[in-house]
């Protein structure tokens, strides 16, 4: 293979990958609605995130499954109809993924940090909630969120 072949396979090879990686969340903002939230910190911080809002069953069985990139303060936002024990998992989710269980009132009951990509064990939430976010993993330490900070819904 000659060295201006290998430069163009590999030119190839990057632009394929980051048109995959453009096309995910070109998907999930055509098939989810986005909103915009509001953490507030028990560290006395405010931090503003866009979610794509995952309401119905087939949005929520989709989730963030075949996203390979997902920035620090967006993330997706599983709203149930009324608060009960949760269940997620991670089958075709390429990238960690932080959890934080809401209840309806919007505070924080827990945490499950950097969730392990592609696994089909059960991610369940330690009492009955209403909402699930899933942000990047590794999001929640970098923020400073832990249990009972305050979820609030703007838009």
């Not at 909103?35 to 309401?55: D, F, G, Q, Y």
């Not at 996203?67 to 990238?95: C, D, Q």
Request: net charge positive; glycine share 4%.
């Amino acid at each position: 293979m000659t060295r201006n072949t290998l430069k163009k396979s590999i030119l190839l090879l990057t632009f394929l990958i980051v048109s995959n990686l453009c096309h995910s969340n070109e998907e999930l903002d055509r098939d989810f609605t986005k909103k915009n939230i509001i953490i507030s910190s028990s560290n006395l911080t405010c931090i503003r995130l866009t979610v794509w809002l995952a309401t119905t069953q087939k949005q929520q069985a989709r989730g963030l499954m075949h996203v390979k990139i997902l920035s620090e303060h967006t993330g997706m936002l599983f709203i149930y109809p009324e608060e009960r024990m949760r269940a997620m998992w991670m089958k075709n989710t390429y990238i960690p993924l932080d959890m934080l269980f809401i209840k309806a009132n919007g505070d924080i009951s827990s945490i499950m940090k950097t969730t392990e990509p592609l696994s089909l064990q059960t991610i369940r939430s330690k009492e009955p909630v209403q909402y699930v976010l899933e942000l990047a993993g590794g999001v929640t330490e970098n923020l400073g969120l832990q249990r009972n900070d305050k979820i609030l819904f703007l838009n």
